[in-house]
């Protein structure tokens, strides 16, 4: 975990080159994290690479003190998805230094430059960019001293992967040495000389994960990890789900029980504080024995999703090519949908907050650290240069799960008992009940094909929200209309496409005539809802590829041929080659009324990384059991830093998709939530995944960075329905594919 503390006198007095985020004023909003969470940091020179644009100064990025000790400081956040591992392999690369000789600090507000979220794959394209290209500018400026130094030519010197600058004849100096010389408060320049691809010595092998071994030995790996002198424990207080308001909590009887410190009453918030975490949970277990009221619509168990349809809406085109009418032989349509899903993190939210000396500290796995201290700031009344906010891993997420609310929870129990380190932790049940959803959406298409078999005709409606609920002022936690006096409620406000939220991928990368897409931007939701993995990139490439296999159908043509024969991006028809060659699709066994085979693609948002994939599945007739046996995609996310983890990345993503697709959904009634454990709502188990993943990762060396968080999302669970369809005969397109869905629609073509 990161240092606690470090003061500007101790890193000034260090010498060297050094390394301080200094604020800059604002010039231009750019979308960090995917258009997620706040404007993001400005952009001060948009002639430089990734996050350089907004934070260009090269002491933002990198210290190298007189002994040769070397810090890289990222604000990107390792969440598990081992961005950590790469973006230090990037630094190593273009410093060319070995890994194990730099320390890496990662997202903190005093320490770090302000990367806005991490979100929206933008890891390595911003972040990873911004490293390689601020190294490069250090590797340049080390290397032109060394010449000085020595008299000779800067073509004459080089450096040799260890931290020294080495000339023609053996001469050679310490990294160190040469960074006391330099007095480094310039800007980095654009295009500073980057290292060959083919001299590589870190980049594009597969470099151990640094944050796996605290993780699998028992150390400090995690903020429930966490342990401060003086701290207490606290649990909050609250109805079963969100909107919901206890009206007779038990809050006398709570304040006397053994181990109590405190019980904190701000509004209808109340957090109980004790000495042990078992006596807080025991205080807020007697304070709850209380009846709820719904303080808010009651929920459309009627209508269920598609209740998305007849709510407020604004209409956003996203796309309008439509010209004269072609003729149409065959077509096909359809209206798709998802639930509203969980994050299903495995742990519960959890955060450390301390109050002290008129500054507040927080601990927190929020993926927006940065908007969090600002954010904080305002809902406890502090200046936001008096919070900091320092990431701290915990339980996988992927999007906003309770990790903010919690945060903020904690910070205001912790202004309330100045002195004492506070750890709030959520329930298993509070997390479920109260963290804001991935959204439901629904779309509706109608597609047809001509007499040469090309797509003539694309009609497509989605209705859902931005996805983009994410905190950036206090009126965007729960908690923030509870307390007195409270914030106004945060607008959702939908995030300009190519990046967009519930209409991210509807757009399709094939080349079709005749499109005409809207996008039902819907502001209130009946449930709590925010970012979770793909945003609406799922159902929108699940809906897409679904399409394209069964107008591929209408066509009597391959479905892989259908694909290529309208798509013109070379990338993408070599990622959907790859991975059928692998897979061996011209010979896969036809659907036969349990197994069957199905393909998908996607390239993530039409910017980001390439991912097909193929799917062998059966059906168990009897009971619409799902058995996935193989699933073998083919990725290509540029220059890849280590190919394990993008497979690491991708393999995950499948398994989390199929999860979604077969088995998820957040279940409610009229007044609460009602899925509030891990058998009211279900994940896939480890006898439930794929008999076997093959990821196999394009080698586009030198090629920008692409991200791969989310680019297996959509096109698994799209694969999935199309091995269905192929298997059964029948076209599925409301997700969760249950079994007893899977066993109506064969007893229907019986």
């Given at each position: ?573 070599d990622v959907m080659i790859e991975a059928t060659r692998k897979f061996g699709w011209a010979n896969r066994p036809e659907g036969d009324g349990r197994r069957g085979c199905g393909l998908a693609f996607a390239q993530y948002k039409n910017i980001g990384a390439y991912c097909a994939l193929a ?136």
């Open positions: 975990m990161n240092d606690l503390y470090v003061s500007r006198r101790h890193v000034l007095g260090a010498g060297g080159l050094l390394v301080l985020f200094s604020i800059a004023s604002p010039l231009l909003a750019d979308q960090a994290g995917g258009g997620e969470g706040g404007a993001g940091p400005s952009v001060l020179r948009p002639d430089l690479a990734g996050s350089l644009r907004s934070s260009p100064r090269l002491e933002s990025w990198i210290q190298i003190s007189p002994d040769g000790h070397t810090t890289v400081f990222s604000g990107k956040a390792e969440l598990g998805q081992g961005i950590r591992t790469a973006l230090l392999q990037v630094a190593a690369e273009e410093l060319d230094m070995r890994p194990d000789q730099i320390d890496f600090i990662t997202a903190d507000t005093r320490r770090t430059p302000d990367e806005g979220l991490t979100a929206g794959s933008h890891s390595m394209m911003d972040g990873g960019t911004a490293l390689a290209n601020a190294a490069a500018n250090v590797r340049m400026l080390l290397t032109r001293e060394a010449a000085k130094m020595w008299n000779i030519g800067q073509n004459q010197v080089s450096t040799n992967g260890d931290g020294h600058v080495i000339a023609a004849d053996g001469r050679k100096l310490p990294y160190g040495l040469l960074a006391a010389r330099l007095s480094l408060t310039a800007e980095a320049v654009a295009n500073a000389p980057r290292r060959k691809p083919s001299q590589y010595r870190t980049v594009g092998r597969d470099l151990a994960r640094v944050d796996i071994p605290a993780k699998v030995t028992g150390g400090e790996a995690y903020v429930q990890d966490l342990r401060l002198p003086g701290m207490l424990h606290a649990r909050v207080v609250r109805g079963p789900s969100y909107g919901t308001r206890l009206t007779a909590p038990r809050i006398d009887e709570a304040r006397t029980m053994p181990g109590v410190v405190a019980v904190i009453v701000k509004g209808t918030f109340i957090a109980v504080v004790a000495r042990k975490e078992w006596q807080a949970i025991q205080a807020m277990r007697v304070a709850q024995q209380s009846a709820f009221t719904r303080e808010i619509a009651q929920l459309p168990v009627a209508q269920g999703v598609h209740a998305l349809r007849s709510l407020p809406a604004k209409e956003i085109q996203v796309l309008d090519n439509r010209s004269a009418p072609k003729l149409s032989t065959r077509s096909v349509s359809g209206t798709f949908s998802r639930p509203w899903y969980s994050h299903g993190s495995i742990g519960p939210s959890c955060a450390v907050a301390w109050a002290k000396d008129g500054e507040l500290t927080l601990w927190s796995h929020s993926q927006g650290v940065f908007d969090m201290h600002r954010a904080v700031a305002e809902l406890v009344g502090l200046p936001p240069e008096e919070v900091r906010c320092i990431h701290s891993p915990s339980a996988g997420c992927y999007g906003q799960n309770g990790a903010d609310d919690v945060t903020a929870e904690a910070g205001i129990i912790a202004m309330a008992l100045p002195g004492h380190p506070i750890r709030l932790q959520w329930m298993r049940e509070q997390e479920f009940g109260w963290e804001p959803c991935g959204c439901a959406m629904v779309t509706k298409v109608e597609a047809a094909i001509g007499p040469d078999h090309k797509i003539v005709h694309w009609d497509y409606d989605v209705w859902s929200n931005s996805h983009n609920n994410r905190p950036v002022h206090a009126g965007g936690y729960a908690v923030a209309q509870q307390v007195v006096p409270s914030f106004e409620m945060q607008e959702s406000k939908p995030i300009p496409m190519p990046e967009g939220d519930g209409d991210r991928n509807a757009n399709p990368l094939y080349a079709l005539d005749n499109m005409n897409i809207r996008y039902h931007f819907v502001p209130e939701m009946p449930l709590r809802v925010s970012a979770l993995r793909s945003l609406g990139a799922h159902l929108n490439i699940y809906t897409l590829e679904s399409m394209m296999d069964d107008l591929a159908i209408e066509a009597g043509i391959d479905p892989l041929d259908f694909r290529l024969a309208h798509m013109k991006d070379n990338r993408a028809r799917m062998e599945i059966e059906v168990e007739r009897e009971t619409g059991v799902i058995t996935v046996h193989r699933v073998t995609a083919a990725v290509d996310a540029g220059q890849p830093v280590n190919p394990d983890g993008i497979r690491n990345q991708v393999e995950g993503g499948i398994i989390q998709s199929l999860s979604w697709a077969m088995l998820e959904e957040v279940t409610y009634d009229e007044s609460k939530r009602t899925s509030f454990d891990w058998g009211s709502y279900p994940i896939l188990r480890f006898d439930q995944i794929p008999r076997s993943i093959d990821v196999h990762v394009m080698n586009r060396l030198g090629e920008p960075f692409l991200g791969a968080g989310e680019t297996a999302q959509g096109p698994a669970s799209a694969a999935l329905a199309n091995a269905i369809r192929d298997a059964i005969g029948v076209r599925l397109r409301e997700m969760p594919l249950t079994p007893k869905k899977v066993k109506g629609a064969i007893g229907f073509m019986a």
